[in-house]
């Protein structure tokens, strides 16, 4: 199956009342989990990169392999640069293949967000891929801004964005207590932009209860991180403390690790589908 863009997975989504997962891959082991685990819930996927990893360099070659992952990938696969700090990261990812991009002004006064963001999906669809951006903010050790109905409409119209994420009671990270997401303030917006594919921020630790309520209300993309990256360490660990400092081949001890992280994807991937 082709490498997609995210505007062709997500508006069907959209339309369908169902959310897609959009998960971290760091490494190999990370990007096997995420594409096995859409291949075995026949469902499109999203492989994101942080945007640490375009500042560090990983990300080119991480890219090339993530693409050649996607393409074998019998589910729509759509690469995606996750939390774009800038210009020269968008245009980085176009040129390694990346199929979507996010650039993150939420930090920024309206006014500047929507005129980086605009020339991000700009240069996103002169080179045929898509452009997601972020109106209020959600936390990142930081304050969370929560988004306003009408500004969304607005930052939408002006920047011409195919995706939109939208701050509704989520945060990265892992929570100090447990959140409860604005409904209706999701409602209203989902109801301002019909046919936008609204995206969440900071999936883990998020009630999949509280999130299966803001699918039906136009969230079509979950982002999950920090849970899924900590279940490979995890399982790294749990495995290395059973080998008790037996050496085994890293590409047969990593099979574990990736399982388990197949396993809680699958789970996502369903929880997302409102399949259960
Ligand atoms: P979490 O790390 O909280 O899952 O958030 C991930 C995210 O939103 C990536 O953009």
Request: contains cysteine.
């Given at each position: ?21 959009a998960?971290?891959?760091?490494n190999?082991?990370t ?41 074998k990938c019998?589910?729509?696969v ?18 390694w293949?990346?199929?979507s ?37 959600v ?9 306003d ?8 119209e ?18 100090k ?6 409904i ?7 109801q301002a932009l ?5 995206v969440?921020?900071?999936g883990?630790?998020?009630?999949i ?12 993309k ?5 849970e ?7 399982a790294?660990?749990?495995d ?9 081949p ?25 399949k259960e």
């Open positions: 199956m082709a490498i997609v863009t995210m505007k062709e997975i997500l508006q069907d989504a959209r339309r369908r009342g169902i959310a897609l997962g998960f971290n891959a760091a190999y082991e990007a096997c989990a995420i594409v096995q685990a859409a291949e075995l819930e026949e469902s499109p996927v999203i492989l994101q990169v942080y945007s640490r990893m375009f500042g560090n360099g990983k990300a080119e070659a991480l890219g090339g392999l993530l693409i050649r992952l996607a393409e019998p589910q729509k759509a690469l995606h640069l996750d939390h774009g700090e800038n210009l020269e990261q968008v245009r980085n990812a176009l040129e293949g990346y199929t991009v996010m650039l993150d002004g939420s930090r920024l006064p309206f006014d500047e967000n929507v005129a980086l963001t605009k020339q991000a999906a700009t240069l996103a669809h002169q080179a045929k891929a898509t452009c997601e951006g972020e109106i209020g903010h936390a990142m050790a930081d304050e969370t801004e929560l988004t109905p009408e500004e969304a409409r607005k930052f939408a002006l920047t011409g964005v195919d995706a939109l994420a939208v701050s509704i009671g989520t945060v990265h990270g892992y929570y207590a447990e959140p409860k997401l604005d209706g303030r999701c409602r209203e917006i989902g019909p046919n936008m594919p609204l969440l921020h900071g883990t630790g998020t009630p209860s509280e999130v299966q309520k803001v699918i039906p209300l136009g969230i079509a979950i982002n999950v991180a920090t899924f990256q900590h279940c490979f360490l995890k790294v660990q749990a290395l403390e059973a080998a008790a400092g037996k050496f085994i890293i590409d047969k001890f990593m099979d574990a690790p990736t399982a388990a992280c197949v396993e809680h994807l699958r789970k996502l991937i369903r929880a997302f589908a409102l």
